[in-house]
Nanobody, 120 residues
C-alpha cells in the first residue's frame, strides 16, 4: 500500500507562487515514478509534471518554465513549485504514484487532491 497526502493548496493572486507537497508512505520502494495531475472546472484532467526514480522530469507545455517538480527521497516527499501563476492554473491538483506490482505490471495510487485557486 502507498498513501499519498497533498498539502499546500490555497488561494493566490496571479503572478504569485505556491508550493505543493505530496508525502508518500507505505510501500515506498515500489514507487517507480510520481507526478502531478490537475483538473480545472469544466476541463479534462491533465498531466502537469512527472519525476522518476532517476530524477528525470517532464512538464506539460502549459507549465514549462513556470513549474518545477522535485523530490526529497529522505522525506519521501514530492514537491511542485509553482511560479508566475495564472488564472488558468486554477484546478484541483492530484498527486500520483506509479507503482510496480509483483507480477511485473504497474498500477497507480492517487492522493485526495488539493485545490489551487489563482484569482485577483
Amino acid at each position: 500500500q502507498v498513501q499519498l497526502v497533498e498539502s499546500g493548496g490555497g488561494l493566490v493572486q496571479p503572478g504569485g507562487s505556491l508550493r505543493l507537497s505530496c508525502a508518500a508512505s507505505g510501500s515506498i520502494s515500489s514507487i517507480k515514478a510520481m507526478g502531478w495531475y490537475r483538473q480545472g472546472p469544466g476541463k479534462q484532467r491533465e498531466l502537469v509534471a512527472t519525476i522518476n526514480t532517476a530524477g528525470s522530469t517532464n512538464y506539460a507545455d502549459s507549465v514549462k518554465g513556470r513549474f518545477t517538480v522535485s523530490r526529497d527521497n529522505v522525506k519521501n516527499t514530492m514537491y511542485l513549485q509553482m511560479n508566475s501563476l495564472k488564472p488558468e492554473d486554477t484546478a484541483v491538483y492530484y498527486c500520483y504514484a506509479l507503482r510496480a506490482a509483483s507480477n511485473g505490471g504497474v498500477f497507480g495510487s492517487w492522493g485526495q487532491g488539493t485545490q489551487v485557486t489563482v484569482s485577483s
